[in-house]
């Protein structure tokens, strides 16, 4: 899993994306429409383009990443965090099934991370805001399951950083960043071959899972 603020997206053979508010709603609102979460990110205050140079943690460049090494923004999840995720999925997954319900009825406490859940409130979801302004998680076992169960835990574990938006006009929530063969000139780029420039993403927290890896790039 990849998660940055307001990042481009990565190239890679078949990944899902959300969009996640930082806010977090106490469990009550469970996602925005396309319209509420433009809003929310161009209704901020935008004064000019900043002349004087940027003091932070998230102002790097490669080559200090490549100092710093690796291991400062790779976390590699423990034995008993996949458990507690591989259990949230299982029981999600019952949910919806027995209730025939959508993604979008799952709560946090449906999806319950109670480990995990700590550690994204208190360190992970501020190192993305506050710090680096990124972090790669590694040990996800998307081998465990199907499309549909690597669904359920992108949108769970979406949940616990934050409010999930909308992607498109479609109200898209979670997305396959996959060549359909779209159209690059009306359809979100990532559902085409096209080359994707570097941009900003109406959010603020961007999160990709791979669920294999690219041939090339990545």
């Not at 429409?33 to 161009?42: E, G, H, K, P």
């Not at 993305?128 to 949108?155: C, H, T």
């Not at 396959?176 to 359809?187: K, L, M, S, W, Y």
Request: glycine fraction near 8%; charged fraction near 30%; proline fraction near 3%.
């Amino acid at each position: 899993v990849i998660l940055t603020r307001r990042a481009a997206a990565l190239t890679a053979l078949a990944a899902l994306t959300v969009a996640i508010a930082s806010s977090s709603d106490g469990g009550e609102r469970r996602y925005r429409s396309v319209v509420i979460q433009s809003l929310n990110y161009f209704s901020r205050p935008h004064y000019a383009i900043r002349r004087e140079k940027v003091s932070s943690r998230a102002a790097w460049k490669g080559e200090d990443l490549r100092t710093t090494g690796f291991d400062a923004y790779i976390i590699k999840l423990e034995e008993d965090e996949k458990a507690e995720i591989l259990n949230a999925v299982d029981k999600a997954d019952s949910f919806l099934k027995h209730s025939n319900q959508t993604l979008e009825a799952l709560t946090l406490e449906l999806f319950p991370l109670p480990k995990l859940g700590n550690k994204i409130r208190n360190i992970w979801r501020k190192e993305i805001m506050e710090g680096r302004g990124f972090l790669v998680l590694r040990g996800v076992p998307v081998k465990e399951w199907d499309p549909r169960q690597a669904r359920i835990f992108f949108w769970g574990f979406g949940r616990h950083f934050g409010i999930l938006g909308a992607q498109d006009n479609d109200g898209l929530l979670v997305g396959n960043v996959r060549d359909i063969g779209a159209d690059p000139r009306t359809e979100r780029q990532y559902k085409t071959n096209a080359f994707i420039k570097p941009h900003c993403d109406v959010a603020d927290i961007v999160g990709l899972l791979c669920l294999k890896s690219a041939e090339k790039g990545g």
